[in-house]
Nanobody
Framework: EVQLVESGGGLVQPGGSLRLSCAAS????????MIWVRQAPGKGLEWVSI????????MYADSVKGRFTISRDNAKNTLYLQMNSLKPEDTAEYHC???????WGQGTQVTVSS
């Protein structure tokens, strides 16, 4: 019943941009803060960003601050991550979830390479 479907990943050159989407269904999306996390090959899970339920409060990891922007459209039950000035070290599988990891989707792969 509950689904989180990430999309928008792909192969991009350094300095390029991607916009990730997370379509949520089966739970009351508007009641939850949401986060993006990522996992690079051979590394653990890294927190990237959080947005609170109303969309007005956001925070970012130092590694992405100034380059990534998290947003949400509660009317569409969708979370976004705008990724600019991408670097090879951003290469990872990206997932959306709640701060309490209540739900988990399949993720979307981002590869930054020249």
């Amino acid at each position: 019943e509950v689904q989180l479907v990430e999309s928008g990943g792909g192969l991009v050159q350094p300095g390029g941009s991607l916009r990730l989407s997370c379509a949520a269904s089966g739970f009351t999306f508007t009641n939850y803060a949401m986060i993006w996390v990522r996992q690079a090959p051979g590394k653990g899970l890294e927190w990237v960003s959080i947005i609170h339920s109303g969309g007005g409060d956001t925070m970012y990891a130092d590694s992405v601050k100034g380059r990534f922007t998290i947003s949400r459209d509660n009317a569409k039950n969708t979370l976004y991550l705008q990724m600019n000035s991408l670097k090879p070290e951003d290469t990872a599988e990206y997932h959306c979830t709640t701060p309490q990891y209540d739900y988990w989707g399949q993720g979307t792969q981002v590869t930054v390479s020249s």
